[in-house]
């Protein structure tokens, strides 16, 4: 079976915080693997269609001209369970409700500014890997130390 993998972003403002380094450190530190990551402008288009399921909220053009409006910095993280551990790591949508030592409960106050996305389900996470990412930017390689982290 193939591993469960997941689409995390940091979004503009995690960006110009410089917060990406602190958000690739958490991961990597817990022993989940990087198998794409790129800095980007993402084009409203992308941006539109990947909250799509959220079009009808009041936020929604707000949303996406936030995300329009810096660089984000796109990655897809592999391992076991990746998808689940990936949100509790981020914390609540809203960073007050997030608990401290989350990422969102370590950086950020306001829901519009919650400095980092990561997908809610595992289908959820194909489809936006799929729509972030080409097959050939995926890099498909072992962790020599894999046999450290899982038993
Ligand atoms: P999450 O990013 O935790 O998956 P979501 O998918 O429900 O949350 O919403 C996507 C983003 O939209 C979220 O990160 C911040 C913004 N958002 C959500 N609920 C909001 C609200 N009530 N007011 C303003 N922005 C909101
Ligand atoms: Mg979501």
Redesign the pocket.
């Known amino acids: 079976p193939k591993a469960e993998r997941t689409f995390l972003a940091v ?1 503009p403002d995690g960006v110009q915080r410089g917060l990406v380094g602190d958000i690739i450190k958490r991961f990597e530190q817990r022993g989940y693997k990087l198998v794409a990551g790129k800095l980007m402008w993402a084009p409203k288009d992308l941006l539109m269609n990947h ?1 799509k ?2 079009s009808d ?4 053009k ?2 996406v001209e ?1 995300m329009a409006s810096g660089p984000v910095f796109a990655m897809v993280w592999e391992g076991k369970e990746v998808v689940k551990m990936g ?1 509790k790591m ?1 914390g ?3 960073p007050l409700q997030s608990e401290p030592g989350t990422i ?1 409960g370590d950086y950020c106050i ?3 500014r ?1 400095i ?5 389900a595992v289908e959820t996470a194909q489809r936006e890997i799929a729509l972030w990412f080409k097959d050939e930017e995926l890099c498909d390689y072992e962790f020599a130390d894999k046999k450290w982290v899982y038993e």
């Not at 909220?57 to 929604?60: A, H, I, V």
């Not at 980092?116 to 809610?120: A, L, R, V």
């Open positions: 979004k909250y399921d959220l909220k009041p936020f929604y707000g949303l936030y949100r981020l609540a949508t809203n969102r306001d829901v519009g919650n980092c996305h990561g997908s809610d």
